[in-house]
């Protein structure tokens, strides 16, 4: 067996099914082996594409999802996929081609050190060196890329390993042994993750957890903040049982949007620059504050010195790193989200709940006074109103992916969402033209879920030529497009913070959407009116094709309530600048 062979059957071992790639020279004989066998592999329009159609894969499925690209050019363009994977904690593995052994260091025709150019943006990446090292390898960066805190991890391949003769029989390890993962957690035994690895644990201090049970008993004014880790440890039941036991509010950040029913008394929507009123007042009102699986970035905390600043802070986290790193933490846990919730919902039912009647009305009141507005019927049509339409027909089949801007923040801000791995976002790295080609890749992992695009003509036209991956191979992604023909989060922040000098965010009347679409033999649909957003949305849901939906928006309206950068979350601009 060739080592090109004994890559695409360590993927086939790993029980991979999909893949997203595009081919070149360094790469050529890997591409050769799947020419007879292996994964289905998906050919995009470009390198980009395919590391964000790996990250919509792996958040849409919860398996690890599958880029691969050639040496050179082809790996340095998946660099933004798997740095936007890295702040996002998303699971994907990232296969490069590479010039021969011989060749690296000597400046060879495509040749880039990937190795060192990933190294900040992986948890970790390797470079065969032997044949014989390809089945374990494949095997750690599985199992490095799923486990703990999750994140990508890249393989780099040069030629003459993937045309090198194994000199031992073929085997694929049940597991790997990795010194990281070795230490021993006293009472806990080993248990197995869903990719079917063993690793130890991390439950959390039984102490720290009956310490922080009795802050949330004691408290007044508790409020969870759910973080994407919520998500990932699949633990959005624990946190519903944990937030209806006591009568907690829950408020979530952009990536864990869907880990509480958004339609729950107790939901409160997201919290931050761009989150909801109520979610903003309430959690600076708070006196203790259960955050789970969240990072504390600046776009959800603003100032930092008043953030939360009457409130005993409790932080649940995989990661040991992320506790105090910027926000001062009064009682820390290093555990797994699933697991530390689990006790505590153990330890608290042994416990007497302080009444929190006053809290609690006051949630209802802020939701009632604060709820956002839909209803926009006239012209020119209200991107609220299409918030409205899109809500009408999320179902629990149904995924959103968003562009990055102000398309993003208003469905961040509008949609209700019920259920996890059902809302799709670049968040730490913000990342325009992530939306359509992570919806490409939760249409392969869901077939049977309506997958749908939110986004804008900016950053549509980014990866917008993978249209072409949607027709070719009968994914039916739906792109709906809040038309306004500007750069809109910019064009919001310089009407707010530079005067309204709009400078170099007009994008122009071009192109033709209608006309784009059809040009990939995909359908297009214009609407320039209110009424007409609900049957454009309706044919495209129903036509079993790639379609996108223009619908041209107010070019003047901003997502607000929204924060000042570094301000205060309770003070927000609610009014639209105007020049």
Request: aromatic letters at 6%; a negative charge; hydrophobic letters at 40%.
């Amino acid at each position: 067996m060739k080592g090109a062979q004994a890559i695409v059957k360590s993927l086939e071992e790993e029980g991979v099914k999909n893949m997203f790639g595009i081919l070149g020279g360094s790469i050529l004989d890997v591409y050769d082996v799947l020419y007879d066998s292996g994964p289905r592999h998906i050919l995009m329009r470009h390198e980009q594409c395919a590391a964000h159609a790996a990250e919509g894969y792996a958040r849409a499925s919860g398996d690890v999802g599958v880029c691969i690209a050639t040496s050179g050019p082809g790996a340095t363009n998946l660099v933004t996929g798997i740095a936007d994977a890295f702040l996002d904690s998303v699971p994907i593995v990232a296969l490069t081609g590479q010039v021969p052994t011989f060749l690296i260091g000597n400046d060879a025709f495509q040749e880039a050190d990937i190795v060192g150019i990933t190294m900040p943006v992986t948890k970790h990446n390797f470079q065969l060196k032997d044949a014989d090292e390809i089945p374990l390898t494949i095997k750690k960066a599985f199992k490095i890329a799923s486990t703990r805190r999750q994140g990508p991890v890249l393989v780099d391949l040069p030629k003459d390993i993937q045309q090198q003769e194994l000199k031992k029989n073929f085997h694929y390890p049940d597991d790997s042994e990795l010194p990281e993962y070795k230490e021993k957690i006293k009472g806990y035994p080993e248990y197995r993750v869903s990719a079917g690895y063993k690793v130890r644990p991390i439950a959390g201090h039984e102490e720290q957890i009956k310490a922080a049970a009795k802050l949330l008993i004691n408290s007044e004014r508790p409020v969870i903040l759910a973080g994407g880790g919520v998500i990932a440890a699949n633990a959005s039941s624990e946190l519903i049982k944990l937030a209806e036991s006591l009568n907690i509010p829950v408020t979530t950040t952009l990536m864990a949007k869907g880990s509480f029913p958004e339609d729950h008394p107790l939901a409160m929507g997201m919290v931050g620059m761009h989150g909801r009123k109520v979610a903003n007042l309430m959690l600076s009102a708070s006196d203790v504050l259960l955050a789970v699986g969240c990072r504390f970035s600046d776009r959800v905390t603003g100032n930092v010195k008043t953030f939360a600043e009457d409130a005993k802070i409790i932080h649940v986290d995989i990661d040991p790193a992320e506790i105090g790193k910027n926000v001062e933490i009064d009682l820390p846990i290093v555990g797994d989200a699933k697991l530390v919730l689990q006790n505590l919902i153990k330890i608290l039912n042994t416990l007497k709940n302080r009444e929190k009647s006053e809290w609690n009305a006051k949630l209802k009141t802020f939701k009632k006074e604060f709820a956002p507005l839909y209803d926009y019927d006239t012209p020119p049509i209200k991107q609220q109103r299409v918030m409205k339409e899109i809500n009408k027909i999320i179902d629990d089949r149904t995924i959103i992916t968003t562009e990055v801007g102000q398309n993003q923040m208003w469905c961040a801000h509008y949609l209700k969402i019920k259920n996890p791995r059902q809302f799709i976002s670049s968040g730490g790295l913000g990342t325009m033209g992530f939306g359509f080609p992570a919806a490409i890749g939760a249409q392969v992992a869901k077939p049977e879920c309506k997958v749908i695009d939110v986004g804008s003509e900016g950053s549509f036209m980014m990866t917008g030529q993978d249209m072409a991956t949607c027709v070719i191979n009968d994914i039916p992604v739906n792109v709906v497009l809040l038309d306004n023909r500007w750069l809109g989060m910019v064009m919001q922040w310089q009407d707010i913070f530079y005067k309204c000098r709009r400078s170099n965010t007009y994008l122009g009347e071009t192109p033709d959407f209608v006309k784009y679409a059809e040009s990939f033999k995909a359908k297009g649909i214009e609407v320039t009116r209110p009424g007409e957003i609900a049957e454009a949305l309706h044919t495209a849901l129903n036509a079993d094709e790639p379609c996108i939906v223009d619908i041209r928006v107010d070019p003047d309206e901003h997502i607000l309530p929204m924060v000042t950068p570094g301000g205060r979350l309770d003070q927000m601009i609610e009014r639209r600048v105007t020049g």
